[in-house]
């Protein structure tokens, strides 16, 4: 799971430390020669980002520095699978704007990965990284196909649980922890028959109105705060 390391001070005695360390961002505006040089040794990356950025980043008020731990920053699904934890596909997914609202709920509740299996133009994947809020500075975002993600998840031990109106139970009813591949479907055709077919799970989120469906990115957010909450409740 995801954690923060939040000021200077702190982040250049955790590398001094040999704490592991994904990421590192800074406040382009102050001088951070020394932590920039510890970071060049350590071959970590180092983002930038203004003051305002990492006030909105921390954890713990306006600092000068934060790091990010515990989220390997892996570029292929062979490495993210491999690596476990909670994964999530967004299974056909069109809009470009749904797409980066659900990148960063799953960065911010602490994900490993996402997965996308559609194909998007460069023009789309900036739009995707503005609607995220360039959260996927911070969380492997990988493209790839259906058939290569369920292969990479039975390889790997992952559970599927899906998010779609056949469904009978509540999430909070389904195990959310351990390897599991946590998927959500396209805003107009759901969870696709194949990938619904190789699920170990399907959760259907409760409704009580005339509209017969949430929109994606409540499926989204009430899976990503109710994994979290089994996580942390469970210690992982």
């Not at 696709?192 to 409704?207: C, F, K, Q, T």
Request: proline share 3%; hydrophobic share 45%.
């Amino acid at each position: 799971m995801a954690g923060q390391i939040t000021g200077l001070e702190a982040v250049m005695e955790a590398l001094r430390s040999g704490v592991a360390i994904d990421r590192v961002l800074v406040d382009r505006d102050h001088d951070t020669s020394a932590l920039r040089a510890l970071c060049e040794a350590a071959d970590i990356p180092l983002e930038e980002g203004s003051t305002n950025d990492l006030w909105r980043m921390s954890a713990d008020g306006a600092q000068v520095a934060l790091a990010l731990t515990g989220r390997a920053q892996h570029e292929t699904l062979e490495a993210v699978m491999a690596g476990g934890g909670c994964v999530w596909l967004f299974d056909g997914v069109e809009y470009s704007t749904n797409l980066g609202f659900a990148i960063r709920t799953a960065e911010v509740s602490g994900a490993d990965a996402v997965l996308l299996n559609v194909s998007k133009t460069h023009e789309e994947r900036r739009t995707i990284r503005r609607a995220s809020m360039r959260a996927d500075r911070f969380i492997p975002v990988v493209y790839t196909t259906t058939a290569a993600i369920l292969e990479a998840a039975a390889a790997n031990g992952f559970r599927i649980i899906a998010a779609e109106d056949v469904g009978v139970n509540g999430p909070w009813d389904e195990d959310l922890t351990g390897n599991v591949l946590l998927v959500v479907g396209a805003e107009r055709d759901g969870v696709s028959p194949e990938v619904l077919e190789a699920a170990d799970g399907v959760v259907r989120l409760p409704m009580d109105g005339f509209v017969p469906s949430y929109n994606l990115q409540v499926a989204v957010s009430v899976l990503a705060v109710e994994a979290l909450r089994q996580r942390e409740s469970r210690g992982n």
